[in-house]
């Protein structure tokens, strides 16, 4: 009997340890975790050009903007508007300008250059870029070059002045070969002038 009660006492100890083993890791103690997450969105590109106020949005890198550069006629000789010409048409004595808006509305800095090409330039037509200080017969080329940045959020705008001397004198480029004799035979062909505008904007890395 009394074997039989010590094995019984011994389970009954043995069971007790077990199952305190097993409750000992249910006690309560300090436990963290943390989890986290990130995620960026990409940077819009939206570039806009035209006339001010109403400028337009270009899709890709290149675009080639028309306009029409002899929307303003003003005298030469007085600089107010043209009253002795036809309106919408040039003759010697004309001048005026044409501003292109440029709007950089993306989230990033861009660059820009503008590339010019004029048709019907046997006209005796004179560009200036920049204010009037420089007058010469051919936009190819001429600034802004593709180096010239224009923030995020902001525009800027380009002025381009154009004149037809009324005499040679009164021309930068056109002083031996125009004359009198040259412009009239213009006048009885009426030819066109186009001046096209090419526009590219690229990201600044």
């Known amino acids: 009997m009394g074997n039989k009660m010590l094995k019984l006492t011994s389970f009954v100890l043995l069971v007790t340890m077990i199952a305190l083993t097993l409750v000992s890791g249910t006690y309560a103690k300090y436990t963290s975790s943390a989890s986290g997450t990130d995620s960026a969105v990409v940077a819009k590109w939206d570039i806009k050009a035209g ?23 003003n005298d030469t000789s007085t600089h107010a508007a043209e009253t002795d010409v036809a309106t919408g048409k040039i003759a010697p004595g004309t001048e005026g300008s ?12 861009a660059r820009y250059g503008i590339n010019y090409t004029v048709t019907g330039n046997d006209v005796p037509i004179e560009f200036s870029t920049d204010g009037g200080t420089t ?8 600034a ?18 154009w004149r ?8 930068a480029n056109y002083t031996s070969s125009q ?5 009239t035979a213009l006048g009885l062909s009426t030819p066109t002038v186009t001046v096209n505008a090419t526009l590219t904007v690229e990201q600044v890395d």
Do not use: H, Y
């Open 51 to 73: 006339v001010s106020g109403s400028e337009a949005s270009i899709t890709g890198s290149n675009a080639t903007v028309a306009f029409n550069l002899f929307d303003t006629i």
């Open 98 to 109: 044409f501003e292109m808006s440029i709007k950089n509305d993306s989230e990033v800095t």
């Open 135 to 142: 007058w010469v017969t051919s936009l190819s080329n001429v």
């Open 144 to 161: 802004p070059s593709n180096a010239t940045q224009i923030a995020m959020n902001s525009s800027t705008t380009v002025t381009v002045m």
């Open 164 to 171: 037809w001397a009324f005499t040679g004198e009164g021309s």
């Open 179 to 183: 004359t009198d004799a040259t412009d």
